[in-house]
């Protein structure tokens, strides 16, 4: 027989605390695996957004023509985004360029990308 005294082992309360202490920290894990893969999706969609204003830049550029100032907006989707371009075009000192902002953004979306450029008719 054994005396009460000698018994070894873990109690009912030291159990319960170490569950505690896992459940918080795979809570957290789980957390910081959320917040990776939103920030994962944010940094893919101004990726997307600025290869959509440089490729809205390039076009206006192979134009070679000189756009009234202004401003324009239009859809330029890119993959799976459908975004929109928002073009503003400003007179400069020099007659021959234009200045060109566009900035891309999804519809009703705060702007993901800006991108400033010249255009000109010149060679």
Do not use: D, H, W, Y
């Amino acid at each position: 027989m054994t005396t009460p005294g000698s018994q070894t082992g873990f109690t009912l309360l030291e159990v319960l605390i170490a569950l505690a202490i896992v459940s918080v920290a795979l809570a957290a894990s789980v957390r910081a695996l959320g917040v990776g893969a939103s920030s994962a999706q944010a940094m893919q969609q101004r990726s997307l957004a600025l290869q959509a204003a440089e490729n809205r830049l390039a076009e206006l550029r192979l134009m070679r023509s000189l756009p009234a100032p202004g401003r324009k907006t239009e859809p330029c989707p890119q993959g799976p985004l459908p975004l929109v371009c928002e073009q503003q075009f400003q007179t400069t000192v020099n007659r021959n360029f234009r200045l060109a902002s566009i900035r891309t953004r999804l519809a009703n979306g705060p702007v993901l990308a800006e991108l400033n450029g010249l255009l000109s008719v010149l060679p």
